[in-house]
Nanobody, 122 residues
Framework: QVRLVESGGGLVQAGGSLRLSCAAS????????VGWFRQAPGKEREFLAV????????DYPDSVKGRFTISKDNAKNTVHLQMTSLKPEDTAVYYC???????????????WGQGTQVTVSS
């Protein structure tokens, strides 16, 4: 199994920055794609970013492109999501996930963290 634990969430003012971390343990993590998703109350889970197993490919939706950056540190078994220019609509619970495929669809991921709350105030 792969265990994922998110950290770094909290309260931030609009326009500010926040760096989320996803610490992984378990087998075969270095060969898994890792994605970030978020979910606000009453809304569907939203894809934010994905990084390939070798760290050479990344993808983002238009809603966060240019503001969010995903990175992977295999030596530390950690994936980060650097978020800048945060907006109130970014408020949500943020999850990291791991899976065998490079994908923006949540159904393709089979390991999930517990989530970390990000709240952006206006």
């Amino acid at each position: 199994q792969v265990r994922l634990v998110e950290s770094g969430g909290g309260l931030v003012q609009a326009g500010g920055s926040l760096r989320l971390s996803c610490a992984a343990s378990g087998r075969a993590f270095s060969n898994y794609a890792v994605g970030w998703f978020r979910q606000a109350p009453g809304k569907e889970r939203e894809f934010l970013a994905v990084i390939s197993w070798n760290g050479e490919s990344t993808d983002y939706p238009d809603s966060v492109k240019g503001r969010f950056t995903i990175s992977k540190d295999n030596a530390k078994n950690t994936v980060h999501l650097q978020m800048t220019s945060l907006k109130p609509e970014d408020t949500a619970v943020y999850y990291c996930a791991a899976g065998p495929d490079y994908s923006g669809r949540y159904s393709t991921y089979n390991y999930w963290g517990q989530g970390t709350q990000v709240t952006v105030s206006s």
